[in-house]
């Protein structure tokens, strides 16, 4: 059969039993003709017609540009390329990667215009973790709020279901036992590890700001230091650094005089390392390093805490707790929860409040204490008489 013009497409003979069929859709947004095109095998001229026109049926479907997504995989793939990609950070894109990978990748096939809850319901029911439960259905309805606002959907199947409860469990801060245990042992430790404890249990910084830190961040002359930057894991690459969690995480901080002694030190010791490295030592100017200058590992702070306590016989304070510790502490002392918030880089006050609402309630009754002292001490006495 030779290439014949037909109004819905034509179709090509490439050899025995083997045809091209090619359909003609109008035109994109973009004034671009549209000719969607596919190889089949057939038997005759004739089945070739018949496939040319199961083929046009289809126009629908295939005149919307590269194709409105159809199944729930499709859109996946959409939703992370044309805002995943665009809008979130590489630590985000990879946690949401990983849970698809894991959890969803298997009901990819389900037609968008077929979910309803019941759906969402039997993906959900074959999660064991409430943490992981709770995070596959916040994607699911992201990724559908994307769809209705792309015109993909009328309606989020998610809405009409309840958000699986999950809360993190209340991290454990040190107690002043604890306190006293680790600083009896902290100073047998190397400086780099000092001073990560220091940065956390003093200052109340995160694991990731920790690690973000370069030596240009810290002044020792005036005795602050900036949080500019956030260490992130990105699966294939590694240790990087994004901005900081929010805006007000991006902040200046006091330098306390152990942690400035211990940095002092480390720098140093540093020094020492990379002269004697010479060409091997690579690196941004990090304060925490691996063994060539690299921005240290994400797990290593972790992982050297945990090891840490272990040693000295202390439990149940995750390396997390640290910053809960500086906190717990802060607050149990009067300091004023604005001044909290912004020392632990808080978006919003209310995020404070809402962590540490049960620290906050055990100081109204020492305020209570307070005020009744006040008033006991301005009371005349009682005459007895």
Known sequence: MAKEKRAVGHIKKLSDGKYLLRLSCGFDEFGKRIQPSKVVYCTSDTEAEKALMAFYNQRDRLSRGSGAPETLGQLYDEWMQNHVARNCTAGTAAFY???????????????????????????????????TRNAAYKLLKAMFHKAQKWGYMTTNPCDSIDTPPYSAGEKQPLSERDIALVMQHIGKEETKYQAVFYFAALCGLRRQEILGLTWQDVAFDENCFHVRRAATAVRGSGTTTKAPKTAKSARTLFLPAPLKQVLLQHQAEQQDKIHALGDKWQGDNWIFTQ???????????????????????????TFHGLRHTAASYMIKNHIPITTVSGVLGHANTSTTLNIYSHMIEDTKKSAMDVMTNVFAANTPPTNTE
């Not at 698809?100 to 064991?128: F, V």
């Open 291 to 317: 063994w060539d200058g690299s921005i240290m590992n994400l797990q290593t702070p972790s992982h050297w805490w945990r090891t840490f306590s272990e040693r000295i016989g202390l439990h149940g304070v």
């Open 97 to 131: 990667s990983d849970i698809w990978r894991c959890h969803i990748a298997d009901k990819g096939r389900a037609k968008l215009s077929a979910l309803a809850p019941k759906s969402i319901y039997s993906i959900l029911d074959a999660i064991d973790q409430p943490r």
